[in-house]
């Protein structure tokens, strides 16, 4: 038996960084208020690390849409695996052309590759929290830009990212 709620643990889970680097911060403010010598000065140099990892936390948090979905995704070495229900497939990051969000429907990401059809993955999916490393490792791409379009309300299709230099074959309606 657990005191604590599972719905109250899974949003403790998802906020984590942020918990740790508020927590990081009392530390860090009790040893410049009450310490003497160095330790004031560490006191700072935690307190300016703990501020980084709210910040981060906070966009991680944002990312996390929690789990359930379906399908399973690894991400392994540049790789991106998606082990679906009905579909599936791999996309090598070095490899990838484009990263788009897809809100027609149930909210997935669409990831391209150049000779294979687009890998959809649902945001909810297993292990879909790694794609937020994955996603800022792409050259020119933001983390603030993910979070904020998954956010976004508006349906269809958002393009996010594309590589330069490779435009992305679109289907003409017309």
Known sequence: ???????????L?????????????ALGLWWVIGGAGIVPWLGWVLIA???ALVLAGV???RFRTGAGGPGV???DEGLIAYLGPHTGGTVALSEMTALALDAQGPRRWRLSQPGQPDLDI????EGAEALFDAFAALPGLRSGQIVAAMRRPAAG?????ER??????RPRLH
Do not use: F, N, Y
């Open 1 to 11: 038996m657990s005191l604590i709620r599972p719905q109250a643990r899974a949003a």
């Open 13 to 25: 889970w998802r906020w984590r960084e942020v918990l740790a680097g508020t927590g990081a911060v």
């Open 49 to 51: 690390a703990a501020l």
């Open 59 to 61: 966009q991680r948090g």
């Open 73 to 75: 995704v690894v991400v």
């Open 122 to 125: 649902p945001l909810d999916a």
């Open 157 to 161: 299709e958002h393009l996010l990212w």
């Open 164 to 169: 330069s230099g490779q435009a992305r074959a």
